[in-house]
């Protein structure tokens, strides 16, 4: 199993940005789909965005698209999440995973790796 750490979170105004970003360790990263995903206070964690092994497919949630972007350097074995315009509603603990499955997947189960999140707070 591939190791993640996240980093980059921490506390911005409504309309601001920031980017997270996740290293994996421990595995063959090119073998992986990766994903982030999210879980505010109260709620289940949900799928925010997703990219194929070679990087060129990415995927978002609807809530979230045109405003976050995923990407990957297969190189250097991150996976990056830029947010911008950033939403009282985005605030949550942001985790990154890994995914033996095919590109698409979004369900938590789909994701045999996990970060230990890092936590992005939105003010107004």
């Known amino acids: 199993q591939v190791e993640l750490v996240e980093s980059g979170g921490g506390l911005v105004q409504a309309g601001g940005s920031l980017r997270l970003s996740c290293v994996a360790s421990g595995g063959t990263f090119t073998n992986y789909v990766m994903g982030w995903f999210r879980q505010a206070p109260g709620k289940e964690r949900e799928f925010v965005a997703g990219?194929?092994?070679?990087?060129?497919?990415?995927y978002y949630t609807a809530s979230v698209k045109g405003r976050f972007t995923i990407s990957r350097d297969n190189a250097k074995n991150t996976v990056d999440l830029q947010m911008n315009g950033l939403k009282l509603e985005d605030t949550a603990v942001y985790y990154c995973?890994?995914?033996?499955?095919?590109?698409?997947?979004?369900?938590?189960?789909?994701?045999?790796?996990w970060g230990q999140g890092t936590q992005v707070t939105v003010s107004s």
């Open positions: 990219i194929s092994r070679p990087g060129g497919g990415v």
């Open positions: 995973a890994a995914s033996l499955g095919r590109t698409g997947v979004t369900a938590f189960s789909d994701f045999a790796s």
